[in-house]
């Protein structure tokens, strides 16, 4: 089996396992929190995971080979909504009457950020081996993170 069928098989079980989990796990503790708290929740994650994209800018961690068409916007992106995520969930934590509007922010901010990142990968055709060491952000990282922003979506909808 080809080493993409191999990354695509990785990436793919670990948004499955990342939705059952979600769904068995996290949907019903989530369930018995109030939606702030449950932000916040979803959020931290996001706070300290969003930062490791920084990652695919490191000669020594990623090949050569990488394309800056894919890594540099996937970098900036992520580091850009790990700050995002750091300030909406000071602003829940000090309910701040903006404080939802900039989840949304966030929210739409990184689930596109991650979106882009995989169009961008298979457009720019990624061989997985040019993520060197950072391999384990596209099949480990961003399945559950993506997940994340499922959810808060749906927190988001719904009504306080």
């Known amino acids: ?39 916040k929740v979803l959020l931290a994650p996001h706070m300290f995971f969003r930062f490791i994209g920084l990652s695919f800018l490191l000669p020594g961690v990623v090949s050569p080979s990488l394309p800056a068409a894919f890594a540099v916007p996937a970098a900036y992106g992520d580091f850009f909504a790990g700050i995002l995520a750091i300030a909406a969930t000071l602003a829940l934590s000090r309910r701040a009457a903006w404080a939802k509007a900039f989840v ?30 950072a391999f384990f952000i596209p099949t480990a990282i961003m399945p559950p993170l993506l997940v994340t922003h499922g959810l808060i979506f749906r927190l988001l909808a719904r009504s306080k």
């Open 104 to 133: 949304w922010v966030f929210n739409v901010w990184g689930a596109a950020d991650l979106l882009c990142a995989v169009i961008q990968g298979l457009r720019v055709h990624i061989e997985p081996g040019a993520l060197g060491a």
């Open 1 to 39: 089996m080809s080493s993409f069928a191999l990354f695509g098989i990785s990436t793919l079980m670990s948004l499955v396992s990342s939705v059952v989990v979600a769904r068995l796990y996290v949907g019903p503790w989530l369930r018995t929190m109030n939606r702030d708290q449950a932000l």
